[in-house]
């Protein structure tokens, strides 16, 4: 009887799985609040994180949840958390998985390309700004012109995304030739043989410096302001990701995402309606690997240090853990599942561990090392893609279809004008008649 | 650099007739179902790991001592060979059959998951039992047979060369002579013309999966001696090598499976050994895993059916 008057009222609450506005706005009040007295809560960080999921299903129009979402990213996180070094490091992690999921989402989750090797154009994203900014470039350029300066860093930006886009079309070139399962073993394979030579390539010439590493690399500047703490890079990285959901919606929404979604449905059908398929996939892929290598370079400038373990297989599955968990196509599906699975990775898992290491020291149990829970990463993303595949194949968020109307094509200002077979009909009957 | 010639070969024989049969667990799964058993490496690791730990027990409690070799390495091989058909069953049972209708990638990434899981279940199990996640295996053949004076050639890969051969004999003989082999040729030609065959492809199937997984277990028993140390990640890179072999011959061909196994090894072995030298250093034999894949990519792109497959035509 409570029951069902309780499922009575959530169900008007939330009609249309929506959430009021009212109800928003004091959840983020109140964690926000909660998060300021309470400093060191995670679960007040965690519960504004969520809060923007909440402004996602919030009842109101498109204009306030931009809006809504915007200052809780750019205002209240930054206010609250600024000063707190770890919640700003979570959340710069978050968004550096974010930005590489909604990357590896045009490959996967428009194209329908599976690709395992997606790490590697991160991998060349970051090396090339890192051999540039430490003095590694000396190696083998003469002249003894490096390491370049902080302020590099924006430059590279955009050279990383090149270098990662031309790597791209270099493997997609023999890659896409073969398909479906083929191509992720394929791809599977070509990351692999990126980080081999990555780890090898400190000869005959020194350019990775190979199982070594590359540090330090230079750390990004500004007008003069050394930019090297968490917080600078969350709003660097909030900036990245922001760019990359533009380009992700409008792609989505272009002659290229159809012709990429027209593929993963059905490729005989896409290349009998007239898509040259290398070319589409060859897109997919440049434009997948051109975010993945922004975020190398990000990835690079924030750690200072890398080397070729950064970038293993567990990277790659990780990041098609997160697209395929949050729905894959869907933009604020793979959101989500990036959030979710980071803060799992990062956050959970490590509370969790240090939890137990607190009992290990206190005495009360013995644990091995091996069962650090913050080992666990291939057992819970095991799990996820089990999960997933069998009851949710279409993610967390599942992608929309359009739903083409009839009736606002009718009336739009195109439907007057014939185009294509219809024109030549038109034209046909006038010469006859 | 002649004089390292014989080890070479005996090397990359034992690595190739390892691939070849762990292949044959790919090839049999994509002849019937066209799906690529990502967790079959896996399978590999767990008969690697049930086998030596069956060494460690019977040792722990003195009976190794006792035993004869033979007999003791034919147990093992027997109790890895059940436990990891059984879990090979298991696992189609629990994460493929489920997916059976679905797009081929869905099930891909089911795989892909068991995969991941299997290895830190085994690393987790290792790590109550022993504290520690690698296995040292005791050494059931550590002598050597002297061949025609000129090698010496390590009794356990004689026992890896001769054990694969069988196996693989065996599984052809139960292939084309029994009732249950024609009817998994049946099934891999044509599912629905074989179920109105009056055969059951739901049998079949778990038929298949049992098959391939305890002969991968038994190659799991087979590498834990050859190479002595395990760890739950020598499935993964070898499950890669296999299906490449696999590949290599025309994936859903058993003889095609045994011969690109025992030709990758080789290379492999080859690469590892010869390209220092050739290349004076520049690309040395870390470089062998790259050759491998290489290997892989080439055939996809330039003979896609492999050296005995058949050209396959899609169907719209």
Known sequence: MVKQVIANATGSLFKDRQVPLLLTLLWIASFTLALYILEKSVLAFMGILLSLLLVYYTKTSQTVKVVLGALILLVLIPLVAGDNRYYMEVATQVGIYVAMALGLNIVVGFAGLLDLGYVAFFAAGAYAYAIFATAQANHFIPGDLFPLGGEWFWPFLLVGLIVAALFGILLGLPVLRVKGDYLAIVTLGFGEIIRIIFNNLNKPINITNGPQGLTPVATPVLFGVQMNTPFYYYFIVLFVIAFIVLANIRFERSRLGRAWIAIREDELAAQSMGIPLLNTKLAAFAAGASFAGVVGVIFAAKQTFIDPTSFTLMESIGILVMVILGGSGSIPGVVLGAAFVTILQVQLLKEFSNFLHGLNSSGVISLPNQLDPSKFQRLVFGILLILAALYRPNGLIPAKRNINDIEAIKKSRFAKEKLGILANLNEGKRQSG | ?316
């Not at chain 2, 799991?220 to 070898?238: K, S």
């Open chain 2, 1 to 316: 650099m002649l004089s390292i010639l014989p080890q070479v070969l005996i090397d990359g024989l034992t690595l190739g007739f390892m691939y070849a049969v762990v292949a044959l667990g790919y090839t049999m799964v994509y002849g019937i179902l066209e799906f690529i058993n990502f967790a079959h490496g896996e399978i590999f690791m767990v008969g690697a790991f049930v086998g030596t730990e069956v060494l460690l027990i019977a040792d722990s409690l003195g009976l190794l001592q006792e035993m004869n070799p033979f007999v003791a390495f034919l147990l093992s091989l027997l109790i890895a060979m059940i436990l990891s058909g059984a879990l090979g069953v298991g696992v189609e049972r629990v994460a493929y059959r489920p997916l059976r209708n679905a797009p081929r990638l869905v099930a891909l990434i089911s795989a892909i998951g068991v995969s991941f899981l299997l290895q830190d279940l085994v690393r987790f199990t290792e790590a109550v039992a022993r504290n520690e996640f690698y296995l040292n295996s005791p050494s059931l053949f550590p002598g050597f047979l002297e061949v025609g004076g000129f090698a010496q050639v390590p009794l356990k890969a004689v026992v890896v060369i001769v054990f694969a051969i069988v196996m693989m004999v065996v599984l052809t003989l139960f292939i084309n002579k029994t009732k249950w082999g024609i009817a998994m040729r049946a099934v891999a030609q044509d599912p629905s013309t074989a179920s109105l065959m009056t055969i059951n492809v739901d049998k079949v199937i778990v038929l298949t999966f049992l098959i391939g997984s305890s002969l991968g277990g038994a190659t799991g028993v087979l590498f834990a001696q050859n190479y002595g140390t395990i760890d739950p990640y020598i499935g993964f890179i070898l499950g890669l090598k296999a299906f490449t072999a696999a590949v290599l011959g025309g994936i859903g061909n058993i003889r095609g499976a045994m011969v690109g196994g025992v030709l990758l090894g080789l290379l492999e072995s080859l690469a590892g050994a010869y390209l220092g030298p050739l290349t004076h250093g520049a690309f040395g034999s870390e470089y062998k895993d790259v050759f491998a894949f290489s290997i892989l990519i080439l055939v996809l792109l330039l003979k896609p059916e492999g050296l005995f497959g058949e050209a396959v035509k899609e169907k719209v």
